[in-house]
Every structure is written in structure tokens, then in C-alpha cells.
T-cell receptor, first 112, second 111 residues
Framework: SQTIHQWPATLVQPVGSPLSLECTVEGTSNPNLYWYRQAAGRGLQLLFYSVGIGQISSEVPQNLSASRPQDRQFILSSKKLLLSDSGFYLC???????????FGDGTRLSIL | GESVGLHLPTLSVQEGDNSIINCAYSNSASDYFIWYKQESGKGPQFIIDIRSNMDKRQGQRVTVLLNKTVKHLSLQIAATQPGDSAVYFCAERPGTYKYIFGTGTRLKVLA
């Protein structure tokens, strides 16, 4: 069966520090991969998605970036975090076609 | 864990009653719809989906209804249980890869 791993579960970072969140999927190949951010009281905001290795589509201009160095690995990064980057970050995957996305358990990011 | 949905609309239902959660979607080109359940501190969990060529689909204790004329989606939960308490999101697929999520509804089950 397919599983998605996302880490760390919680992270506290100072303003201006770098960020790297990692997401890996097991049990499938060539998944579509997604990064979302969820602020308290809000829905899910799509940040990036990828349909293949090295292919990244950005949905929201910001100081975050994403990379997909391997088929089942998706990384969310920042060179310099802002206070507004605080939130709950979720990674998701889906197979091609009319299929639901499957989410990891998220990373709670607090910027101090 | 993460406090999801501090200011979300809330539906309070007595245990054992049926729940109906509604969602208005935005894009008339959307051809696939999904309901998710999110518990505090966790990622959304898939509940049920429906394609636009259907108007009703049933799962275990859940039913999704789709009205394309008014761009409305609903999730019905039969015999609501305390474990159903969570935030529920609908999602629509307007294109091949992107999904758009609603703002969510908090379901509270009263004992």
C-alpha cells in the first residue's frame, strides 16, 4: 500500500533562518506531488505541485521554493523565513487521473 | 496539535442524528469532487468522491450529492457518532492537476 511521510511534525524557527521540509511517498511511482499551507481558520492554500522529477509549478509568489530531486521526494525550502510563513504545511500525493489526493500529517511551523 | 478552523462555520448535531454539510463550488468546469475529514493536528483524510457525470454516490454511512446546476455539493453522514467530530472540506478539480479546497465546516457531535 502507499504511504506518505512528512517531517518534522513540528518546527520552531527564528525569522531569517532557512527552511527545509521533506516529504516522501512509498508504494507508488510517478505520483503528482503537492505542498499546501493551512492557516488557522482557513482552507488549504496550494503552494506548489509537481507532475514529475524536476517539474515544479508555483501557485503563489512568495519566498518559498520547492524541488523534486527524486520521483517520490518533494522538498519545500526557504532561504530566509518571514513571520508570515508560520502555518501548518501539508504534503499530498495522488496518482494520475480522477483520484483523490492523500495527505501527510503535516508540519506545524512557528516562526519567532 | 494544530488548531484547525478556529473561525469556521460550525454544525452541531446530536449523536445518532444525520448530518448534512454543504459546499458551494466555484468553477463550472470542475469535473471531480472530493470530501475530506480533518482532525486536529492531522492531515485531511479522504472520505468519498464523485465525478461530474453522477449526482449521488454512497459509501459507508456517507452519501455525497452533486447539483451541477447550482454548483452545490453536500455530504450526508448517517447516524453521526462522536468520532465524526472534525473539520470537513470539499474539494473540486477544475483542471488536470490542481484541486481547490473550500474553507471547511466544523462538525460537533453532541452527546
Amino acid at each position: 500500500s502507499q504511504t506518505i511521510h512528512q517531517w518534522p511534525a513540528t518546527l520552531v524557527q527564528p525569522v531569517g533562518s532557512p527552511l527545509s521540509l521533506e516529504c516522501t511517498v512509498e508504494g507508488t511511482s510517478n505520483p503528482n506531488l503537492y505542498w499546501y499551507r493551512q492557516a488557522a481558520g482557513r482552507g488549504l492554500q496550494l503552494l506548489f505541485y509537481s507532475v514529475g522529477i524536476g517539474q515544479i509549478s508555483s501557485e503563489v509568489p512568495q519566498n518559498l521554493s520547492a524541488s523534486r530531486p527524486q520521483d517520490r521526494q518533494f522538498i519545500l525550502s526557504s532561504k530566509k523565513l518571514l513571520l508570515s510563513d508560520s502555518g501548518f504545511y501539508l504534503c499530498a500525493w495522488k496518482p494520475p487521473g480522477y483520484e483523490p489526493q492523500h495527505f501527510g500529517d503535516g508540519t506545524r511551523l512557528s516562526i519567532l | 496539535g494544530e488548531s484547525v478552523g478556529l473561525h469556521l462555520p460550525t454544525l452541531s448535531v446530536q449523536e445518532g442524528d444525520n448530518s448534512i454539510i454543504n459546499c458551494a463550488y466555484s468553477n463550472s468546469a470542475s469535473d471531480y469532487f472530493i470530501w475530506y475529514k480533518q482532525e486536529s493536528g492531522k492531515g485531511p483524510q479522504f472520505i468519498i468522491d464523485i465525478r461530474s457525470n453522477m449526482d449521488k454516490r454512497q459509501g459507508q454511512r456517507v452519501t455525497v450529492l452533486l447539483n451541477k446546476t447550482v454548483k452545490h455539493l453536500s455530504l450526508q453522514i448517517a447516524a453521526t457518532q462522536p468520532g465524526d467530530s472534525a473539520v470537513y472540506f470539499c474539494a473540486e478539480r477544475p483542471g488536470t492537476y490542481k484541486y481547490i479546497f473550500g474553507t471547511g465546516t466544523r462538525l460537533k457531535v453532541l452527546a
